[in-house]
């Protein structure tokens, strides 16, 4: 093998596109896909790749010291491609400390399996895959680059913040080989129904309110995840060790203007009239600190490392939306909470 990769949060959203995209890609490459799977981790993402010979799974939390360094010994891991972690703002808001648990002493406790494994390995790499949250909310000018000073805002953005700033004083003080990319808020298949697309795409089938937080005026930037993939395999295998990279979509819309969007292809995929699923849109709450904008100005990326996004939001979105669609039974089985018995079926 030329390289035994470790890939935390494999079960996830992004991080089964990762691993899917490693295992295809790199069949001389061991890839591991270590996840303790949470409420967020689907083993059926990776169905169509779990027996391929380059592929293995491994159920371990990350906080747990003694089975992570036993799995750096099993499989001499060269490298490490960090995803694990909590995910979702809300989820944050009312439960900061599982937050800090997973993404601050979770990364801390990997970070120092992988220091301590890699003593004499003078080629490894560790990847800390991150978020844009963690350079705060931006007016309605002005782009976040790889200088913009650090400052999280919800409880998400400052666990993910202080796990960056980890990352790099482990390169500081101990010498890790490593990257940091912080990526703008993805969409596409697979993604958990608690975020924004998914949730409406789900709701608008289930004939359910779909729940727009404030005037719905808060603007993200949107990434296909098959492109933030791409992103990651360039970084990882060309990207300059100690350096950032930012990674967007070039691709900003107002929370109301993307749920109108879903609104108007639902529509038109489930034969309704027009306006129908519009409907049901509803004005909530605010969520409590919500950042106005997000916005990446990822021109690093792109001239350095030649990466530019292949998916328009247009074609990105009929096909999350196809997908949703045509895969009734993930969604079914992760509403119901089915899923949570494919580990035990298949691996238990
Ligand atoms: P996700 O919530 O879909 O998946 C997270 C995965 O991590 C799950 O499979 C879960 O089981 C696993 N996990 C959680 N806690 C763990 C633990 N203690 N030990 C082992 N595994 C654990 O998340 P996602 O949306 O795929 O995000 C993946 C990464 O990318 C995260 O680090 C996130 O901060 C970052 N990110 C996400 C986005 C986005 O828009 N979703 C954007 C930029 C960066
Ligand atoms: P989300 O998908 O949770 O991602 P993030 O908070 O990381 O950006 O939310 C995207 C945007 O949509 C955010 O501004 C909050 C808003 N939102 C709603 O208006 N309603 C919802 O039900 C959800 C989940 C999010």
Same mark, same amino acid.
């Given at each position: 093998?030329?390289?035994?990769?470790?890939?935390?949060?494999?079960?996830?959203?992004?991080?089964?596109?990762?691993?899917?995209?490693?295992?295809?890609?790199?069949?001389?490459?061991?890839?591991?896909?270590?996840?303790?799977?949470?409420?967020?981790?689907?083993?059926?993402?990776?169905?169509?790749?779990?027996?391929?010979?380059?592929?293995?799974?491994?159920?371990?939390?990350?906080?747990?010291?003694?089975?992570?360094?036993?799995?750096?010994?099993?499989?001499?891991?060269?490298?490490?491609?960090?995803?694990?972690?909590?995910?979702?703002?809300?989820?944050?808001?009312?439960?900061?400390?599982?937050?800090?648990?997973?993404?601050?002493?979770?990364?801390?406790?990997?970070?120092?399996?992988?220091?301590?494994?890699?003593?004499?390995?003078?080629?490894?790499?560790?990847?800390?895959?991150?978020?844009?949250?963690?350079?705060?909310?931006?007016?309605?000018?002005?782009?976040?680059?790889?200088?913009?000073?650090?400052?999280?805002?919800?409880?998400?953005?400052?666990?993910?913040?202080?796990?960056?700033?980890?990352?790099?004083?482990?390169?500081?003080?101990?010498?890790?080989?490593?990257?940091?990319?912080?990526?703008?808020?993805?969409?596409?298949?697979?993604?958990?129904?608690?975020?924004? $697309?998914? +949730?409406?795409? =789900?709701?608008? #089938?289930? !004939?359910?309110?779909?729940?727009?937080? %404030?005037?719905? &005026?808060?603007?993200?930037?949107?990434?296909?995840?098959?492109?933030?993939?791409?992103? $990651?395999? +360039?970084?990882? =295998?060309?990207? #300059?060790? !100690?350096?950032?990279?930012?990674?967007? %979509?070039?691709? &900003?819309?107002?929370?109301?203007?993307?749920?109108?969007?879903?609104?108007?292809?639902?529509?038109?995929?489930?034969?309704?009239?027009?306006?129908?699923?519009?409907?049901?849109?509803?004005?909530?709450?605010?969520?409590?600190?919500?950042?106005?904008?997000?916005?990446?100005?990822?021109?690093?990326?792109?001239?350095?490392?030649?990466?530019?996004?292949?998916?328009?939001?247009?074609?990105?979105?009929?096909?999350?939306?196809?997908?949703?669609?045509?895969?009734?039974?993930?969604?079914?089985?992760?509403?119901?909470?089915?899923?949570?018995?494919?580990?035990?079926?298949?691996?238990?």
């Amino acid at each position: 093998m030329k390289k035994s990769v470790l890939i935390t949060g494999g079960a996830g959203f992004i991080g089964s596109h990762v691993v899917r995209l490693f295992v295809n890609k790199y069949p001389d490459y061991r890839i591991i896909n270590l996840d303790c799977l949470t409420y967020a981790g689907n083993l059926e993402n990776l169905s169509d790749i779990e027996d391929k010979p380059n592929y293995v799974f491994s159920k371990v939390d990350i906080n747990d010291t003694q089975r992570l360094e036993q799995v750096f010994n099993d499989y001499q891991i060269t490298d490490v491609i960090h995803l694990a972690a909590e995910s979702h703002v809300d989820r944050s808001i009312s439960d900061p400390l599982s937050f800090v648990k997973t993404n601050v002493m979770g990364t801390v406790n990997l970070l120092n399996a992988a220091k301590n494994f890699w003593k004499d390995l003078p080629n490894h790499l560790f990847y800390h895959v991150s978020t844009d949250e963690v350079y705060g909310s931006l007016d309605h000018g002005g782009y976040f680059t790889e200088h913009t000073p650090y400052d999280p805002q919800s409880p998400y953005s400052a666990s993910k913040a202080a796990s960056d700033h980890f990352v790099r004083a482990y390169a500081n003080t101990y010498g890790l080989r490593m990257v940091i990319s912080n990526c703008s808020n993805n969409y596409g298949p697979n993604q958990f129904p608690e975020k924004l $697309i998914p +949730l409406c795409i =789900h709701n608008i #089938k289930e !004939g359910k309110a779909l729940p727009v937080y %404030g005037k719905g &005026e808060n603007v993200r930037d949107w990434l296909y995840v098959e492109d933030h993939a791409r992103a $990651i395999d +360039l970084v990882f =295998h060309k990207g #300059k060790k !100690g350096e950032t990279y930012n990674i967007g %979509g070039f691709n &900003e819309w107002k929370n109301i203007d993307i749920v109108k969007l879903i609104c108007q292809i639902m529509d038109r995929k489930m034969g309704k009239e027009d306006g129908e699923s519009a409907k049901l849109i509803t004005f909530v709450k605010d969520r409590a600190g919500h950042d106005l904008r997000y916005a990446i100005d990822a021109a690093k990326i792109n001239s350095e490392l030649a990466w530019s996004p292949v998916q328009t939001f247009e074609s990105g979105i009929e096909k999350t939306v196809n997908w949703y669609l045509e895969n009734e039974a993930w969604l079914s089985g992760v509403t119901s909470g089915d899923y949570l018995k494919y580990y035990q079926q298949h691996y238990g």
